[in-house]
């Protein structure tokens, strides 16, 4: 037996195998999705239910949903901060041709939900920042930020809706970290953030689904809590809620002055939900109320005197 | 599976042409046909796996390293700002099944450091054109088997196995990717994709073959 014999014995045992192993896989994965769609329906949220049948029957496709998870790609909230400012004329060469080009791909052509909803409660704060018109107060206005870079569900290897689910997720952004944890008492959100300025004691929680609208929108003030972080805590959906499935999680630290008319709705429900679940709210309620009742428009009196009847 | 059929039906219900080349399936999925990639998927993906087993990894672990890669390879269509991942380019000369087993290797490499298992070629490196035995041709083309060749015993097949896996770790990958690029390369080819200089590729590749067949000499002459 010379080397030719041993390298066509060895050709011939190899194209066997992988001849053997094509047809066993063929038949195994015939069903199975293709790995694009996997990328596509996790930035846009837009999965089939006969694929998230397939997906909590078949460990390999789950396998792979991790692994494409894990190599998302989303910009980062200052990238997006500088985009919308480019967009509003204000900002310009904060972002480098190569993050412009990928963070406008992400948000036209992938059509990434998460993004698109972060885009859209960044837009009013930017706009804000821009009729300033001061340039470099517009680069330092971008509000600490978290968000869940998969949805809820996929926290884990679980899916939407089925059986053994996510029950914690956490998302981090420094300076602020996000948990939404299944407790006791429901779905409830904590959020500790260091050296917050003092302006910057509202955290607006959001649940957004995948069509990128707005579930669930809680607002809670931050206290003090120990040396430089702040804590705050709010439940948002009940106990008897199995999961939150497809929803994103996003979760901004903004300016109290940013509220407006639109706001006020949601501050009685989310001022219940924080008391359920947070010792300190009370008291961060009450200087909070009382901070936005010095710096609130006349319109926000009514509703804010009630909120401070309930709070005393 | 294609073989003998010229057009075969896509998954996104379209016709593609079965003998579309790899480098027009990738540069069509660059463009933003996403069927085509999961063409070349399926025309590589048991070969991918198969490489993997060969190189050592367990059935499991060549099913998940090999999804990395085609996730990586996927990705290369949306490199993110400071990605290192480049997109594959016919123009820098390697061929596409040469580009996908050059990432495999690396990322086998490794997988299996974090193991605890270190191989490194360059070890080989001696700095001279000195050889050991007789030279392997330049080419390292090996004509298909013919029928008769094909009709291998499950004896034989099981003893190639054995050979195979009693190989040392470096020999074992060297000839996994031989045998994955179908026998078509050049020593240089291999060379460049154990990243080590064509004297060590052919030490090794040499070595290997010597191994394998002084094991299958010991197991004696089989049956076909």
Not at chain 1, 87 to 92: N, T
Not at chain 1, 153 to 161: D, K, N, P, S, Y
Not at chain 2, 104 to 110: I, N, T
């Given at each position: 037996m010379n080397d030719r014999d041993v390298m066509k014995l060895l050709r011939a045992v190899h194209e066997l195998d992988v001849k053997e192993h094509e047809e066993r896989r063929t038949q195994e994965r015939a069903h199975c999705l293709q790995l694009?769609?996997?990328?596509?329906?996790?930035?846009?949220?837009?999965?089939?239910?006969?694929?998230?049948?397939?997906?909590?029957?078949?460990?390999?496709?789950?396998?792979?949903?991790?692994?494409?998870?894990?190599?998302?790609?989303?910009?980062?909230?200052?990238?997006?901060?500088?985009?919308?400012?480019?967009?509003?004329?204000?900002?310009?060469?904060?972002l480098s041709d190569e993050e412009r080009m990928h963070v406008g791909q992400h948000l036209a052509a992938d059509q990434c939900r998460r993004c698109l909803f972060i885009v859209q409660v960044l837009r009013p704060l930017a706009q804000a920042s821009a009729r300033a018109g001061v340039v470099e107060s517009f680069r330092?206005?971008?509000?600490?930020?978290?968000?869940?870079?998969?949805?809820?569900?996929?926290?884990?290897?679980?899916?939407?809706?089925?059986g053994n689910e996510t029950t914690t997720v956490e998302a981090e952004e420094k300076p602020l970290k996000v948990r939404l944890a299944r407790e006791e008492t429901g779905w409830v959100i904590r959020a500790e953030a260091m050296d917050l300025p003092v302006e910057y004691a509202l955290a607006r929680f959001s649940l957004v689904t995948p069509e990128g609208r707005e579930w669930s929108r809680?607002?809670?003030?931050?206290?003090?809590?120990?040396?430089?972080?702040?804590?705050?805590?709010?439940?948002?959906?009940?106990?008897?809620?199995?999961?939150?499935?497809?929803?994103?999680?996003?979760a901004a630290v903004l300016p109290v002055e940013s509220l407006v008319e639109e706001d006020l709705h949601y501050l009685e429900p989310s001022l219940a939900e924080c008391l359920a679940v947070d010792a300190q709210a009370k008291e961060a309620w009450q200087r909070g109320v009382e901070r936005l009742l010095q710096i609130g428009d006349p319109f926000m009196r009514a509703t804010l005197e009630r909120l401070k009847t309930e709070l005393t | 599976m294609f073989t003998g059929i010229d057009r075969l039906r896509a998954p996104?219900?379209?016709?593609?042409?079965?003998?579309?080349?790899d480098h027009e399936l990738i540069a069509d999925y660059y463009a933003c046909h996403d069927e085509r990639f999961s063409e070349l998927h399926h025309r590589y993906s048991a070969r991918l796996e198969?490489?993997?087993?060969?190189?050592?990894?367990?059935?499991?672990?060549?099913?998940?390293?090999?999804q990395e890669v085609w996730v990586r390879i996927m990705n290369t269509k949306y490199p993110s700002p400071g990605s290192r991942a480049r997109a594959y380019n016919p123009q820098a000369g390697a061929s596409f099944r040469t580009w996908l087993?050059?990432?495999?290797?690396?990322?086998?490499?490794?997988?299996?450091?974090?193991?605890?298992?270190?191989?490194?070629?360059?070890?080989?490196?001696?700095?001279?054109?000195?050889?050991?035995?007789?030279?392997?041709?330049?080419s390292l083309h090996v004509e298909e088997p013919s029928p008769e060749e094909e009709i291998l015993t499950r004896q034989q097949q099981r003893d190639v196995h054995e050979?195979?896996?009693?190989?040392?770790?470096?020999?074992?990958?060297?000839?996994?990717?031989?045998l994955e690029t179908e026998g078509v390369m050049t020593l240089q080819d291999l060379a460049n994709m154990l990243e080590v200089s064509v004297a060590t590729a052919h030490r090794v590749l040499r070595r290997a073959f010597e191994l394998i067949r002084e094991c299958l000499?010991?197991?004696?002459?089989?049956?076909?």
């Open positions: 694009p769609r996997f990328r596509t329906a996790l930035l846009r949220g837009d999965w089939t239910a006969d694929e998230r049948q397939h997906l909590h029957s078949c460990s390999y496709c789950r396998m792979t949903l991790s692994k494409v998870k894990a190599h998302l790609w989303h910009p980062t909230f200052r990238q997006l901060w500088h985009y919308l400012g480019e967009d509003l004329g204000v900002a310009h060469g904060d330092r206005s971008l509000p600490p930020m978290s968000a869940t870079p998969v949805p809820v569900a996929f926290g884990t290897a679980g899916f939407a809706g089925e809680r607002y809670a003030f931050f206290s003090p809590a120990f040396d430089a972080w702040w804590t705050t805590a709010t439940r948002v959906a009940p106990p008897d809620m199995a999961a939150l499935g497809d929803l994103h999680l996003v | 996104e219900g379209t016709w593609v042409d079965a003998r579309q080349a198969g490489f993997l087993r060969v190189s050592g990894l367990s059935q499991s672990e060549a099913e998940d390293l090999a087993f050059t990432i495999s290797k690396r990322l086998l490499l490794d997988a299996m450091r974090r193991q605890g298992r270190t191989i490194t070629f360059s070890t080989l490196e001696r700095g001279s054109q000195e050889e050991e035995g007789e030279p392997l041709e330049a050979c195979m896996n009693r190989l040392p770790p470096r020999e074992r990958i060297a000839v996994a990717l031989w000499e010991q197991r004696g002459p089989r049956e076909s």
